[in-house]
T-cell receptor
Framework: SAVISQKPSRDICQRGTSLTIQCQVD?????MFWYRQQPGQSLTLIAT?????????ESGFVIDKFPISRPNLTFSTLTVSNMSPEDSSIYLC???????????FGSGTRLTVV | GQQLNQSPQSMFIQEGEDVSMNCTSS?????WLWYKQDPGEGPVLLIA?????ELTSNGRLTAQFGITRKDSFLNISASIPSDVGIYFC????????????FGTGTRLQVML
């Protein structure tokens, strides 16, 4: 299955600033997915990123707050903009691993906004 | 967004005991996946299920795709300390290709 490198692994940021999270995959994939995991909670899909087109956002998430880039088939970025303490979460990227491999996840970015 | 109902929410068990957890949904799913998440890590796939009624094992783990396509269970036999973690079910609802919906999670703690 695919191997995902995600960085940074953690960061502490001031409110009002923005953080860009990078996700690198070791193979070409059509779709990449970004999730948020709030403290003690499950994973919620933020958006699906396709190469060459705008990301598709889930209900409750908007492009101005979470702009996504997908410049090629192995890389994507998620920016958390104008951060507030409520944005403190783990952000994870994921790709389809193929049949019998489900979806593979990066190790996540633990964001704390102070 | 939709979340799957997963139970129990948490479990304290003795080492060596068997564990069972399940997920239910009000809608039909095409795929069921079971993941384990350790602290500071992303979820790691344990078992993938693709057909209604399918029963699949991975070592001490066994999972089944419910015949109604609205539920799934995961069993862990003879638990060991490294089984500690959070277990999530996840599924692809029918008609939503490539989107995963996650369960609320089961936190497993094993007492020696």
């Amino acid at each position: 299955s695919a191997v995902i490198s995600q960085k940074p692994s953690r960061d502490i940021c001031q409110r009002g600033t923005s953080l860009t999270i990078q996700c690198q995959v070791d193979s070409q994939v059509t779709m990449m997915f970004w999730y948020r995991q709030q403290p003690g909670q499950s994973l919620t899909l933020i958006a699906t990123a396709n190469q060459g087109s705008e990301a598709t956002y889930e209900s409750g998430f908007v492009i101005d707050k979470f702009p996504i880039s997908r410049p090629n088939l192995t890389f994507s970025t998620l920016t958390v903009s104008n951060m507030s303490p409520e944005d403190s979460s783990i952000y994870l990227c994921s790709v389809e691993g193929g049949i019998n491999y489900g979806y593979t996840f990066g190790s996540g970015t633990r964001l704390t906004v102070v | 967004g939709q979340q799957l109902n997963q139970s129990p929410q948490s479990m304290f068990i003795q080492e060596g005991e068997d564990v069972s957890m399940n997920c239910t949904s009000s809608s039909i799913f095409n795929t069921w996946l079971w993941y384990k998440q350790d602290p500071g890590e992303g979820p790691v796939l344990l078992i993938a299920l693709y057909k209604a009624g399918e029963l699949t094992s991975n070592g001490r783990l066994t999972a089944q795709f419910g015949i109604t396509r609205k539920d799934s269970f995961l069993n862990i036999s003879a638990s060991i300390p490294s089984d500690v973690g959070i277990y999530f079910c996840a599924g692809q609802p029918a008609g939503t290709a490539s989107k995963l919906t996650f369960g609320t999670g089961t936190r497993l703690q094993v007492m020696l």
